[in-house]
C-alpha cells in the first residue's frame, strides 16, 4: 500500500510538473537588441533650407511574446550629426542640452492596434518627458523585427529653442520629424 500511495504521488507530482512547464511555455518572451542597419533621422525647415540629421549611435532592446512586451531605446544626443558640418551640429547640440542631458530615451508603456500598430511610451529629449503615441508598421523578418515609422515633435514642448544663426535671419521650423527605421536582432 505504501509503494502505491509513493506512485500516486510521484504521479501527481510529474503531472503538476508538466502543466507548470506548458504553462509557463506559452509565455516565453525573446530578447533582440538594436542592429547596426537601424536608421534614425530627423528632418526639418528653416528659413534658408530644409535639413536632415542623423543618429551615428543608439543603443536598444525589444522583447517579444505574442505581440510586443517592451522596447528601450536610448540616442547618443552628441552623435546626432548633420552633413552641413560643425556649425550646425554644435547649435543642434545646443539646443538638445546634450552636455547637460547627453541621451535622448523611450521608455514603453504598451502597444495598441487600431488600423495598425501604436507604440506609446514617453520620449525624453534635453530632459523633458512627453507622452508620445508613434504609428509604426511593425514586421518580423528572420530572428529580427523592424519598427519603421515617423513622428512629429514641436522643439518647445520639449524645453528647446529652436536654434537661429546669421543673427536671426536664419530661423529652424519649431517642428521636426524624427523617422525611424529600427532592426531589433535576436540575441
Given amino acids: ?7 500516486i504521488d510521484m504521479k501527481t507530482k510529474l503531472s503538476l510538473l508538466i502543466l507548470l512547464f506548458v504553462a509557463f511555455a506559452g509565455f516565453s518572451q525573446d530578447k533582440y537588441k538594436l542592429s547596426q542597419d537601424s536608421e534614425l533621422t530627423i528632418t ?3 528659413t534658408l533650407h530644409d535639413w536632415t540629421v542623423t543618429a551615428s549611435s543608439m543603443q536598444g532592446t525589444l522583447t517579444y511574446g505574442e505581440n510586443i512586451v517592451n522596447i528601450g531605446l536610448q540616442v547618443d544626443a552628441s552623435e546626432i550629426k548633420s552633413e552641413r558640418g560643425a556649425a550646425m551640429n554644435k547649435k543642434m547640440h545646443e539646443a538638445l542640452k546634450a552636455k547637460q542631458h547627453p541621451k535622448i530615451i523611450f521608455k514603453f508603456q504598451n502597444l495598441t492596434n487600431t488600423d495598425g500598430h501604436v507604440i506609446n511610451g514617453k520620449l525624453t529629449i534635453a530632459g ?3 507622452e508620445v503615441e508613434l504609428p509604426s508598421e511593425v514586421s518580423d523578418q528572420d530572428n529580427s523585427y523592424r519598427l519603421k515609422g515617423n513622428y512629429t515633435i514641436t522643439l518647445k514642448d520639449f524645453g528647446m529653442e529652436p536654434p537661429t544663426a546669421m543673427f536671426g535671419q536664419i530661423v529652424v521650423g ?9 532592426v531589433f536582432v535576436k540575441e
Fill in 1 to 7: 500500500m505504501g509503494e502505491l500511495k509513493y506512485f
Fill in 44 to 46: 526639418g525647415t528653416s
Fill in 128 to 130: 523633458v518627458e512627453q
Fill in 174 to 182: 519649431d517642428e521636426v520629424t524624427v523617422n525611424y527605421n529600427l
